[in-house]
């Protein structure tokens, strides 16, 4: 059995990106605030995360930073998972503000990630994304402690939550899903 410490990256710095005018998931580029890097901080001293055995991160900067200040603070090897990322608004990597990927999320969140009947959507489908995500955790099966440095909708969607807070912790154990 593996326990995965599911942790939401700290407070991004969504002001960085702004002046840049990024299309798509150039705004993933942008770092933790400084609060960010406190919560990534306080976070390490969690004692469930005593034991852990490897820190996997989303390749998304907020993600890494969270996870590099884990893995100095706990001295874990860190390993970037391509598929950690967050969830896609739009496949195409075309919107290009945050108010269409607002909408986009709106809609995901509406239809429950499933695209309706004989319809396609921009966003990445709940069933594409539990496929990556568990792809990632199945991978790493072999291991009794892994931190996961990810983000809010990848996780949430797991788990079935949308409230995940800015680095907070959700233990997820694989065995949970299986019948």
């Not at 939401?8 to 960010?36: A, F, I, Q, S």
């Not at 406190?38 to 900067?61: M, W």
């Not at 986009?104 to 990445?124: A, Q």
Request: proline share 4%.
């Amino acid at each position: 059995m593996t326990i995965f410490y599911l942790i939401r990256h700290g407070e991004p710095d969504w002001h960085t990106y702004k002046p840049l005018n990024l299309k798509g998931n150039g705004r993933d580029l942008v770092p933790l605030t400084e609060k960010g890097a406190r919560q990534a901080a306080e976070t390490a001293g969690d004692p469930r995360l005593k034991g852990a055995e490897l820190i996997l991160s989303s390749p998304y900067t907020r993600a890494m930073q969270t996870a590099a200040v884990l893995s100095r603070k706990l001295d874990l090897e860190l390993k970037v998972e391509y598929d950690l990322r967050e969830w896609q608004p739009d496949l195409t990597f075309e919107y290009d503000s945050e108010e269409r990927m607002r909408e986009l999320r709106d809609e995901y969140n509406r239809c429950g990630g499933v695209y309706p009947d004989g319809e396609s959507r921009l966003w990445e489908s709940r069933e594409q994304l539990l496929k990556r995500l568990r792809g990632v955790l199945e991978r790493y099966s072999g291991y009794s402690k892994v931190i996961a440095a990810g983000h809010g909708t990848l996780f949430g969607t797991l788990i079935g939550r949308t409230d995940i807070a800015h680095a907070e912790i959700v233990e997820y154990d694989t065995e949970a899903e299986r019948p």
